[in-house]
């Protein structure tokens, strides 16, 4: 019902910067849960940031203070800016949606993020 598509992964130096953006189809994106998830190879997803339709955001310890969540409701979009960034965050990042008051997840296809050292 809910496709998502995530955009602006790519290659970056550590220190550098990268804005991901995930567009949601569908009516009823404001009252979703928002959320962005990492995999790195080897490892188990893991939750990055993600933001309730009150606003409410909630990150990782090894993110908070260098990646910011934000919505635009009217553009059905998720942003996730990243600064400062590591080698420690090279994954494939996924978009993650769920209605609120529910556990269905609906997921993007995800992004590839590789920081340099």
């Known amino acids: 019902q809910v496709q998502l598509v995530e955009s602006g992964g790519g290659l970056v130096q550590a220190g550098g910067s990268l804005r991901l953006s995930c567009a949601a189809s569908g009516r009823s994106f404001s009252s979703h849960v928002m959320a962005w998830y990492r995999q790195a190879p080897g490892k188990q997803r893991e939750l990055v940031a993600q933001?309730?339709?009150?606003?409410?955001?909630n990150y990782a310890d090894s993110v908070r203070g260098r990646f910011t969540i934000s919505r635009d409701n009217a553009k059905n979009t998720v942003y996730l800016q990243m600064n400062s960034l590591k080698y420690e965050d090279t994954a494939v990042y996924y978009c993650?949606?769920?209605?609120?008051?529910?556990?269905?997840?609906?997921w993007g296809q995800g992004t590839q993020v590789t920081v340099s050292s």
């Open positions: 993650n949606s769920r209605p609120q008051y529910t556990t269905t997840d609906y």
């Open positions: 933001v309730a339709p009150s606003g409410r955001t």
